[in-house]
């Protein structure tokens, strides 16, 4: 019972870390009028650092390794920098829909990642979940009413080398989470993140004309690095702790869906049958791959026959 409400609390966290960064694409697109990509960044980095370091005030202190430090930076580097640094970049060299396209291949590459790495099985199941929360995907983003396809090549790769750099974060720091509170592991996280993109985005940050930003610009700055950035990692490293790899990739097709709902909401969209076809698809697509057995469970198996 217990092993169910760590699932269950794995899968509830999980929908509202994504649930979060369906938000941040419109509201991150509407602070980028006045505020560049690389600030953005910069303060979702260092605003989501000093969350962190205040929330351990008020947990019990963990002393990290030598050697887990070392693994938490690197997890920086591809869970945090080149995971937000590439996708900014690659956004503003292409167009918001050829990089929402993109990011629905990051359970593909999760699921071949975590089979190398962690020797989990391509099953049936999980093949055909994917494939069936893709196509929900694709549909919810060629039916947003966007004409816009333009992109370039440079943009596109850039997006992808940032799902692929998620991939392998979701798959080798696993672990970490088992060690450690996830608070102890994103707060060096965050601050080995923030030392590495400082020097990139320091003109940017600096030629800014703090005093002149307008409310509406302030309150999306803030649930950018509040919500969208130190919530949904910390509730993605709780469903990182208990869910497998590609189970939580799976939840990356949540974020059109917010983005559809927040559209229609603002009257920029409607919501067709197809809509709701897609979004049975990316439902059914993430039930299907919870129901698929992970190495453990197969290996259980096979020892139960011998």
Request: with cysteine; charged share 10%; aromatic share 12%.
């Amino acid at each position: 019972m217990a092993e169910k409400t760590k699932t269950l609390k794995g899968h509830i966290s999980m929908v509202v870390a994504d649930t979060l960064w369906g938000l941040n694409a419109p509201i991150g697109k509407a602070v980028m009028f006045t505020v560049t990509a690389l600030s953005l960044t910069t303060f979702r980095m260092v605003g989501a650092a000093a969350c962190f370091w205040l929330a351990s005030l008020f947990i019990k202190r963990e002393n990290v390794s030598h050697k887990d430090m070392l693994r938490i930076f690197f997890a920086s580097l591809l869970g945090v920098v080149f995971n937000q640094g590439l996708f900014i970049y690659g956004l503003s060299q292409t167009s918001p829909i050829n990089a929402a396209i993109v990011t629905t291949m990051l359970p593909i590459v999760t699921m071949i990642v975590a089979a190398l790495y962690l020797k989990e099985p391509i099953t049936n199941k999980k093949v055909l979940g994917i494939f069936m929360g893709a196509l929900g995907a694709f549909i919810l983003i060629l039916s947003s009413g966007s004409s816009s396809f333009a992109g370039s090549i440079i943009g596109d790769i850039c997006c992808l080398v940032s799902q692929i750099s998620v991939a392998i974060y979701l798959t080798l720091y696993k672990d970490l989470f088992a060690k450690y509170s996830p608070i102890t592991v994103s707060k060096w996280m965050f601050t080995y993140a923030s030392i590495c993109f400082i020097p990139v985005s320091f003109n940017d940050v600096t030629s800014m004309d703090f005093l002149s930003l307008q409310l509406h610009t302030v309150t999306g700055i803030c649930f950018v690095v509040v919500g969208a950035t130190f919530i949904a990692y910390l509730c993605m490293q709780i469903g990182q702790k208990v869910l497998r790899p590609t189970v939580v990739s799976m939840y990356n097709y949540l974020q059109p869906i917010v983005a559809s709902i927040v559209a229609v909401s603002l009257g920029m969209d409607n919501f067709g049958w197809q809509k709701w076809i897609a979004i049975l698809l990316v439902f059914g697509g993430v039930y299907v791959v919870t129901q698929s057995k992970s190495k453990a469970q197969l290996d259980a198996e096979i020892k139960g026959k011998e």
